[in-house]
């Protein structure tokens, strides 16, 4: 590693940790405890707040309000920040906003938002309050208050650690630790109402850092009219696609739910399900259904 390398080895590691021991450094860079110290002195000299000191507390020492210049990340790294940024602020996250306008001061970059993304279902309130407060909660290390409407329409009062938020299948969800039914739980979003922060706090033991979000999926082979293939090959991915004269058949993967039968129903006539015998059964049963309705 070159001195410069090493330089900025030392400036990264006390930047987080404020003090370190030659000792250790010298072991980090592979080098000897006094090239340690002349680079030190190297760093001193150059006016960075960095100083050594002996005794019981000993070891090299930054400064506690020293902080790293906006030269630290070059041009293009400051403009994927504050690109990166934005795009929250897109997603009606409003609270980045203002930490947008202070990068971009300290950047002395003109910001210009190009980008804007509507999460929100047509005809229904805006979901970025509640986020917003899912995200106060998870910064204070709070658990959340809500009343939640399940599948069959009951109201049931949750206290949730919350644990990730995620976005799929056009829908926002919260992973979470419930603290009723003591295990991790998913929750859509859209489904919360009367949310408040709890006086409780999080039990990171109770929390899994690397859930994903999981589903089960059925492998679907339906016939589709030709004229409606272009719109499976964009809203659909990893299908296997049939030609014939009339007609497509298409083969793919896709979640098991109330969703998959909704999709299928959206083509009308256009669509004829081959397998499996299980969803070609319950749009039969949405079709009777809706045959009462209007018959």
Known sequence: MNNLSRLFFIMHYLSLHNKAKATFLAEQLEVSTRTIYRDVDTLSALGFPIYAKSGRDGGIHLLDTHRFPATFVDDNEQDQIILGLQNLSAANLNNVTPLVNKLSSLFRKEVEPWIDIDFSAWGQEDEARAIELITKAKNQNKCILFSYRNAKGERISREVMPNKLI???NAWYLA???CLRKKARLFKVRRMTDLLISEQEIDDTRLDKEYHFEFATTCVEFKV??????????????IEIEPYEEYTIVRTQQPKGAWLISYLLSFGGAIEVLSPVEVK???KEEIKQIYQIYY
């Open 167 to 169: 976005f799929k299948q």
């Open 176 to 178: 979470g630790y419930c």
């Open 225 to 238: 009219k030709n004229d409606l293939v272009h719109r499976i090959k964009e809203e659909l991915s990893e």
């Open 281 to 283: 059964e319950k749009i």
